[in-house]
């Protein structure tokens, strides 16, 4: 489960920012992680909301509540839930 929180604290962004991604991942991981079981299914969930969040981010998103719902849509939308 590492992987995806290796992701969001390499990003490049300032310490605020980054500590704001992780705050918008955690909260959106809380949402989602009930539809996952198998160790693998959530280890690729968890990178791919890591990177959905990053690249809300790199479009300038930084509202934490529309990065959580944008990432859970997204998540929901390629089937990953």
Request: hydrophobic share 55%; net charge negative; proline share 3%.
């Given at each position: 489960m590492a992987r995806a929180r290796q992701l969001l604290r390499e990003a490049v962004y300032d310490?605020?920012?980054v500590?704001?991604?992780?705050?918008?991942f955690d909260e959106a991981w809380?949402?989602?992680a009930p539809n996952y079981a198998a160790v693998m299914a959530?280890?690729?969930?968890?990178?791919q909301l890591a990177n959905?969040?990053?690249?809300?981010a790199a479009e300038g998103e930084?509202?934490?509540?529309?990065l959580k719902e944008r990432a859970i849509g997204t998540l929901?939308?390629?089937?990953a839930m």
């Open positions: 310490p605020a920012t500590a704001l991604l992780e705050n918008a809380v949402v989602v959530v280890e690729t969930a968890r990178v959905i969040i990053l690249s809300l930084r509202d934490l509540e529309r929901s939308a390629v089937g």
